[in-house]
Protein backbone atom coordinates (compact mmCIF):
# COMPACT_ATOMS: atom_id res chain seq x y z
CA UNK A 1 0.00 0.00 0.00
CA UNK A 2 0.97 3.47 -1.06
CA UNK A 3 -0.11 6.68 0.65
CA UNK A 4 0.25 10.11 -1.27
CA UNK A 5 -0.25 13.48 0.00
CA UNK A 6 -0.45 16.75 -2.15
CA UNK A 7 0.50 19.98 -1.20
CA UNK A 8 1.40 23.14 -2.30
CA UNK A 9 -2.04 24.31 -4.11
CA UNK A 10 -3.43 27.59 -3.52
CA UNK A 11 -4.50 30.81 -5.71
CA UNK A 12 -2.27 32.41 -7.61
CA UNK A 13 -2.67 35.38 -10.49
CA UNK A 14 -1.74 34.57 -14.10
CA UNK A 15 1.66 33.95 -14.79
CA UNK A 16 2.65 33.35 -11.94
CA UNK A 17 4.39 30.30 -10.56
CA UNK A 18 3.17 27.14 -8.38
CA UNK A 19 5.25 24.25 -7.24
CA UNK A 20 3.36 20.99 -6.04
CA UNK A 21 4.88 18.71 -4.34
CA UNK A 22 3.33 14.91 -3.45
CA UNK A 23 4.38 12.79 -0.58
CA UNK A 24 4.10 9.22 -0.36
CA UNK A 25 4.73 6.72 2.28
CA UNK A 26 4.30 2.97 2.11
CA UNK A 27 6.36 0.65 0.29
CA UNK A 28 9.85 1.61 -1.53
CA UNK A 29 8.85 4.61 -3.98
CA UNK A 30 11.75 4.43 -5.98
CA UNK A 31 9.53 1.18 -7.19
CA UNK A 32 6.70 3.51 -8.93
CA UNK A 33 6.23 5.23 -12.02
CA UNK A 34 4.82 8.48 -11.03
CA UNK A 35 1.91 10.92 -12.54
CA UNK A 36 0.11 13.98 -11.95
CA UNK A 37 -3.40 14.31 -13.36
CA UNK A 38 -5.84 17.02 -13.55
CA UNK A 39 -9.10 17.77 -12.81
CA UNK A 40 -11.12 20.88 -13.84
CA UNK A 41 -14.42 21.70 -12.86
CA UNK A 42 -17.20 19.90 -15.35
CA UNK A 43 -14.39 18.32 -17.47
CA UNK A 44 -12.54 14.48 -17.23
CA UNK A 45 -9.85 14.24 -15.28
CA UNK A 46 -6.34 14.79 -17.67
CA UNK A 47 -3.06 13.65 -17.55
CA UNK A 48 -0.87 16.06 -17.20
CA UNK A 49 3.21 14.60 -16.78
CA UNK A 50 4.42 11.32 -16.17
CA UNK A 51 7.95 10.60 -14.35
CA UNK A 52 10.08 7.55 -14.29
CA UNK A 53 11.31 5.04 -11.27
CA UNK A 54 14.73 6.70 -11.85
CA UNK A 55 13.66 10.27 -13.33
CA UNK A 56 15.77 9.95 -16.55
CA UNK A 57 12.25 9.84 -18.35
CA UNK A 58 9.53 12.01 -18.28
CA UNK A 59 6.38 13.00 -20.58
CA UNK A 60 4.11 15.68 -20.84
CA UNK A 61 1.03 16.45 -22.05
CA UNK A 62 1.09 19.20 -25.25
CA UNK A 63 -0.89 21.67 -22.97
CA UNK A 64 1.86 21.90 -20.15
CA UNK A 65 5.37 21.03 -22.53
CA UNK A 66 7.76 24.13 -21.88
CA UNK A 67 5.78 25.22 -19.09
CA UNK A 68 5.59 22.48 -16.21
CA UNK A 69 8.54 20.04 -14.88
CA UNK A 70 8.44 16.92 -13.21
CA UNK A 71 10.68 15.46 -11.01
CA UNK A 72 11.68 13.18 -8.43
CA UNK A 73 13.83 12.57 -4.90
CA UNK A 74 13.63 9.09 -4.47
CA UNK A 75 15.57 9.79 -1.06
CA UNK A 76 12.86 11.97 -0.16
CA UNK A 77 9.59 9.73 -1.50
CA UNK A 78 8.44 12.56 -3.08
CA UNK A 79 7.62 14.07 -6.47
CA UNK A 80 7.11 17.41 -7.44
CA UNK A 81 5.55 19.46 -10.02
CA UNK A 82 6.48 22.86 -11.08
CA UNK A 83 4.49 25.18 -13.06
CA UNK A 84 5.43 28.04 -14.41
CA UNK A 85 3.30 30.93 -16.72
CA UNK A 86 0.16 29.18 -15.45
CA UNK A 87 -3.08 30.41 -16.85
CA UNK A 88 -6.55 30.65 -15.97
CA UNK A 89 -6.62 27.18 -18.20
CA UNK A 90 -4.63 25.36 -15.56
CA UNK A 91 -6.90 26.14 -12.50
CA UNK A 92 -7.72 22.69 -11.35
CA UNK A 93 -7.83 19.91 -8.60
CA UNK A 94 -3.82 18.22 -9.35
CA UNK A 95 -3.23 14.57 -8.22
CA UNK A 96 -0.68 12.70 -7.99
CA UNK A 97 -0.63 8.96 -8.78
CA UNK A 98 1.66 6.14 -8.42
CA UNK A 99 1.63 3.03 -10.99
CA UNK A 100 3.42 0.28 -10.00
CA UNK A 101 6.04 -1.82 -12.46
CA UNK A 102 3.90 -4.79 -13.28
CA UNK A 103 0.82 -2.03 -13.87
CA UNK A 104 -0.82 -1.22 -16.16
CA UNK A 105 -2.76 1.49 -15.05
CA UNK A 106 -2.34 3.93 -11.65
CA UNK A 107 -2.42 2.17 -8.64
CA UNK A 108 -2.56 4.63 -6.28
CA UNK A 109 -3.38 8.32 -6.07
CA UNK A 110 -3.66 10.87 -3.51
CA UNK A 111 -6.44 13.28 -2.49
CA UNK A 112 -5.73 16.37 -4.62
CA UNK A 113 -4.71 19.70 -4.26
CA UNK A 114 -6.64 22.91 -5.58
CA UNK A 115 -4.64 24.93 -7.87
CA UNK A 116 -6.88 28.25 -9.02
CA UNK A 117 -4.95 30.62 -11.08
CA UNK A 118 -7.35 34.43 -11.82
CA UNK A 119 -6.53 36.34 -15.17
Known amino acids: QVQLVESGGGLVQAGDSLRLSCAAS????????MGWFRQAPGKEREFVARISTSGSRTYYADSVKGRFTISRDNAKNTVYLQMNALNSEDTAVYYC????????????WGQGTQVTVSS
Open 26 to 33: GRTFSSYA
Open 97 to 108: AAQGRSSTSYDY
